[in-house]
């Protein structure tokens, strides 16, 4: 069956844009929850959205949002971006979240690069 | 404050030559810790889950094994193609994901 599907794999933006970025969950998959990596800072946990609720937040600024769509997908969007928002964002499926079974399946991620 | 830490940073072995990671933790309560391996390029794939203290679960080469304060991950006999990052991740009490740094593991041939 297909993966997470992430896009754009690749993107750059300016300080002070904003961006938006997709992901398409594993078919059949409730949970969706992002994650910003970063060599400094490692995999660090953004939120989590369930049935197009937000369930649970990471410590995040609220420039970072999100949201989830009826077919599950969902979108995050960073506005006024910084130079440190330079990041591999990561999507992650499953069919109830992460405080279940731990069993988390990720895209391939989008690479930002904020100039 | 809910905190893991992954010890060594990197590791080097030969092929056929075991070894452990460790993940060591501080949290308000324990509902899971996880580990993952993530290849360059990559996002993280699951490797296993853990509950409780004292259980154990194996795929392959490796063993993953838990105690009140640490988590290991057992290496026996690694391939080349076991080199990777493996990252280990824990539910504390608060509904969030807390990853640790993750361990750099390169096994020559």
């Known amino acids: 069956k297909a993966g997470v599907t992430q896009t754009p794999r690749y993107l750059i933006k300016t300080r002070g844009q904003q961006v938006t970025l997709s992901c398409s969950p594993i078919?059949?998959?409730?949970?969706v929850s992002w994650y910003q990596q970063t060599p400094g800072q490692g995999l660090q946990f953004l939120f989590e959205?369930?049935?197009?609720?937000?369930?649970n937040k990471g410590n995040f600024p609220g420039r970072f949002s999100g949201r989830q769509f009826s077919n599950s997908r969902s979108e995050m969007n960073v506005s006024t971006l910084e130079l440190g928002d330079s990041a591999l964002y990561l999507c992650?499926?499953?069919?109830?979240?992460?405080?279940?079974?731990?069993?988390?399946?990720f895209g391939e991620g989008s690479r930002l690069t904020v100039l | 404050e809910d905190q893991v830490t992954q010890s060594p940073e990197a590791l080097r072995l030969q092929e056929g030559e075991s070894s452990s990671l460790n993940c060591s933790y501080t949290?308000?309560?324990?509902?899971?810790l996880f580990w993952y391996r993530q290849d360059p390029g990559k996002g993280p794939e699951f490797l296993f889950t853990?509950?409780?203290a004292g259980e154990e679960k194996e795929k392959e080469r490796l063993k993953a094994t838990l105690t009140k304060k640490e988590s290991f991950l057992h290496i026996t006999a690694p391939k080349p193609e076991d080199s990777a990052t493996y990252l280990c991740?824990?539910?504390?009490?608060?509904?969030?994901?807390?990853f640790g740094q993750g361990t750099r593991l390169t096994i020559n041939p």
């Open positions: 949290v308000s309560g324990l509902r899971g």
């Open positions: 853990l509950y409780s």
């Open positions: 959205y369930f049935s197009e609720t937000q369930r």
């Open positions: 078919s059949g998959h409730r949970s």
């Open positions: 991740a824990l539910v504390p009490g608060a509904q969030k994901l807390v």
């Open positions: 992650a499926s499953s069919f109830m979240g992460f405080s279940d079974t731990g069993e988390l399946f």
